[in-house]
């Protein structure tokens, strides 16, 4: 009896430990938003079309793209930059070879102003897992940074700004050499440029009304709401400042609900994009999601599909981005990054 008391003693502090790390992980600044659903105004509606078209384009015509559907991600790549140089950027590609294909991550920047050398990279991969036609995972992200490019490249900006689009984040590359972002995070290191913050835009786009649509690894079920109509931003902990930093000002700006994470990085989903890549060098990342498998029932699936996404929050989370990535390139108090022990 002594025994199995003390069993479930431990199993009981145990828990308290876990539920106790869970808040300190989940505790981020300001009030999430709880009003009504997003209504765009006219300028607004040519974004989420916009969206809508960019998703289509990639998920709908051209379809699977990864290095065993070459000339589909070929095309990807070529629609991305097209865009771009659309708006006036000039795109520079960083080219590699994987398993005997050239492949290529996209880069822009907007140049700081007065702190130029400081920068902030934002990125969003652009290949597909296997087959699948990959709206959610990762049309959306491609999406929505394209359209962060066009409202941000009219603003004037102290830091920095790089815009990225990275190849084979998805198995059989993910958090492996030949990962897109892991190249490119590497050649920023070896150059020792300033890096002080990385917004990965992952899986951006399915959201759900009902309760009990959104899951979580545990013990986080215990501190985040079971209704799966927010975006999330996810760090590990030596990111916690700038997971803070980035939940607080989308919070300012967006007319969408918000929960934020800061945990180890071994948790499952913690580092499930290209933010980890920029740990492993030393850099701050954040990844910004509606987090995947864990609310999408389409996630990895031949169902993932453009129909099912929805473009007008998607818009909210654009505007959104929009003002958090504007407050980071002013704030005065980023920390040099360079230096920074690798995790």
């Known amino acids: 009896m002594a025994r199995g008391l003390r069993a479930v003693t431990a199993l009981l502090v145990a828990g308290g430990i876990a539920l106790a790390a869970a808040g300190c992980a989940t505790r981020m600044p300001g009030r999430s938003y709880a009003g009504p659903i997003f209504q765009p105004a006219p300028a607004e509606v040519a974004i989420q079309e916009r969206l809508r078209r960019h998703v289509r384009a990639l998920a709908g015509d051209i379809g699977p793209r990864n290095v065993q559907h070459p000339q589909a991600l070929e095309a990807a790549a070529r629609y991305i930059q097209a865009r771009l140089e659309e708006l006036g950027f000039k795109v520079t590609p960083q080219e590699f070879v994987t398993d005997g294909r050239q492949v290529r991550n996209l880069a822009t920047e907007i140049r700081g102003t007065t702190r130029p050398d400081e920068i902030i990279v934002v990125g969003a991969h652009y290949d597909t897992p296997e087959d699948t036609p990959g709206a959610a995972d990762n049309a959306r992200g491609v999406a929505a940074l394209l359209e962060i490019a066009d409202l941000l490249h009219r603003r004037r900006l102290a830091r920095t700004v790089r815009i990225v689009f990275f190849v084979n984040e998805e198995p059989p590359y993910f958090q492996r050499r030949p990962m897109g972002s892991r190249v490119y995070a590497k050649l920023l290191r070896s150059r020792g440029e300033n890096v002080v913050a990385m917004l990965s835009l992952e899986t951006m786009g399915y959201f759900a009304d009902a309760k009990r649509t959104q899951h979580y690894p545990p013990p986080f079920n215990f501190c985040y709401p079971s209704v799966g109509n927010f975006m999330g931003f996810v760090g590990n902990r030596a990111s916690r400042a700038l ?99 690798r995790p």
């Open 243 to 341: 997971v803070e930093r980035v939940v607080a000002s989308f919070r300012q700006h967006a007319v969408l609900p918000s929960e934020g994470l800061a945990a180890p990085g071994w948790i499952p989903g913690v580092g499930w994009s290209d933010h980890w890549a920029f740990w492993k060098e030393g850099y701050p990342g954040v990844m910004v999601t509606d987090t995947a498998p864990f609310r999408n029932p389409n996630y990895h699936k031949l169902t993932d599909t453009p129909e099912t996404l929805d473009y007008r929050r998607l818009t909210a989370a654009v505007l959104g981005l929009c003002g958090v990535i504007t407050d980071l390139a002013w704030r005065p108090d980023l920390p040099r990054s360079v230096g920074v022990p």
